[in-house]
Nanobody, 125 residues
């Protein structure tokens, strides 16, 4: 059973940057595809970015493409989300997730097996 713990959320002004981290325990990170999702107030959880077990494939949601970067360090059992040029509409709880599907990169919530508790990002205008 993999446990995921996110950190790095906080409050920032529009145009600022934050770096989220997700540390995995209870399993080997390299065995999983990883992703970040977010849920804004009053909205459904949505896909933000994913990364294959090797790190070679990194799809992004159109809304964050070019501003966010997902990466992983399997030796540290950690996945990162570097967020730049933040906008008020990026305000949400950000969740780290792991999937045992590794032959392709998935963006569908229901295919992720393990979830962190979330970390809140607030962007003010």
């Amino acid at each position: 059973q993999v446990q995921l713990v996110e950190s790095g959320g906080g409050s920032v002004q529009a145009g600022g940057s934050l770096r989220l981290s997700c540390v995995a325990s209870g399993g080997t990170l390299s065995s999983y595809g990883m992703a970040w999702f977010r849920r804004a107030p009053g909205k459904e959880r949505e896909f933000v970015a994913a990364i294959s077990w090797s790190g070679n494939s990194t799809p992004y949601a159109d809304s964050v493409n070019g501003r966010f970067t997902i990466s992983r360090d399997n030796a540290k059992n950690t996945v990162y989300l570097e967020m730049n040029s933040l906008k008020p509409e990026d305000t949400a709880v950000y969740y780290c997730a792991a999937t045992t599907v590794t032959h392709t990169v998935v963006e569908v919530t229901t295919l992720y097996d393990y979830w962190g508790q979330g970390t809140l990002v607030t962007v003010s205008s």
